[in-house]
């Protein structure tokens, strides 16, 4: 286990409800490929948290590699919904680019 998630798992058990530590930790999990645990923090932060703009562009991009297009589609488009009331417009783009390249495929 690499020093990063060692430390943003001891920042969890201080504050389970930590969005960006958790969010932090999903992207370690990620590099780390361990999509499974991944997908458990992100799932957390989207049921938990779902005004974290930032987990929709991830977890819709690894739920498409884990083969549920169906949920990335409506992870990108609650996204999108969410940007625009943030006034988001850098991920607003982001979420729309990889929801038309979802749907084109």
Not at 47 to 76: A, M
Not at 78 to 90: F, P, T, Y
Request: no cysteine; hydrophobic share 30%; glycine share 4%.
């Amino acid at each position: 286990m690499n020093e990063r998630i060692k430390i943003l798992k001891q920042y969890l058990e201080e504050d389970p409800e930590d969005a960006f530590s958790r969010y932090a930790l999903a992207l370690e999990l990620i590099r780390e490929k361990n999509d499974t645990e991944a997908s458990v923090m992100m799932d957390h932060l989207y049921r938990q948290h779902p005004e974290y703009l930032p987990n929709y562009y991830h977890y819709g991009k690894l739920q498409e590699r884990l083969g549920n297009t169906g949920f990335s589609i409506s992870l990108y488009s609650k996204g999108i919904e969410l940007a625009r009331q943030q006034g988001n417009l850098h991920t607003l783009n982001e979420l729309r680019t990889a929801l038309d390249l979802l749907e084109s495929d």
